[in-house]
């Protein structure tokens, strides 16, 4: 299969710079691709056959990149908020500024966020049809009832459609409070807070953790750490097994 990116996408996602700033080399003439001076940002690159040089200096694909990370509550998962508020690339300290979050946690949820500059391994992970398991720690503000876990298990009629059924156990219940695991495999905007919310009740802590296999575990709050090979493997199994990942992202020039 072809992949295509457009020029200033490819430079951006290189680490070189912002979309913005490559935009402008590119009407400036410093980009070529296969040694064809190229002045229209939405030109297409096949990032499997074509050399992109900048300034004369050609660009290389970089080795993939897979991080975990603990998200702690009150992060976005985005790279710039207009407010000012902290997201999760605060707390990367600068490292891996290109990497991209494989799906979202709202500004409420913490847990296990995966960034990465494969964009195909991300592109798996993320899409419904593959129907990859993510793991939450609900606490509600009202005590559930079996029959309202039971129908989170079959599955309830969101404004989006009817979700698939969910594996739910019950951990235990504190006052009127209900605390509760659930295993989905779609990623909704907000789905688990507005599955609860369709059952009688709402969300007061939210927590991811795990995707497929791989879980949060000890890790701390706030920190990351790279995945193991194993772990890669275990979330993209059919992928691993014809060879190792290869980012799409191009990151440094080669020397």
Known sequence: MRRLKTLERVLS????????????????????????????????????RDRVTLDGKPICASEPVYLLLYKPKG???????????PTVYDLLRG???????????????????LLTNDTQFAERLTNPDYQIP??????????????????????????????????VQRLRDSGHRTFFEICITEGRNR??????????????????????PVAIGDLGMGRFRELTAAETRALCPTRNRRGPSRATGLSRFCR
Do not use: C, F
């Open 13 to 48: 996602k290189a680490g070189l710079g912002s979309r913005a700033q490559a935009r402008s080399w590119i009407g400036q003439g410093r980009v070529r691709v296969n040694g064809r001076l190229i002045q229209t940002p939405d030109h297409w690159v096949e990032l499997e």
């Open 75 to 85: 992060y976005l998962t985005t790279r710039k908020d207009p407010q000012g508020r």
């Open 95 to 113: 490292e891996h500024p290109w990497l991209v979050p494989v799906g979202r946690l709202d500004l409420d949820t913490s847990g296990l966020l």
């Open 134 to 167: 993510k793991t939450y720690l609900v606490k509600t503000a009202t005590r559930l009832t079996d029959e309202q876990l039971q129908d989170l298990r079959r599955g309830v009629t969101l404004k989006d459609g009817p979700t698939r059924p969910a594996v």
């Open 191 to 212: 789905q688990v807070r507005r599955m609860v919310e369709a059952v009688g009740s709402r969300v007061l802590k939210l927590v991811r953790t795990a995707i497929g």
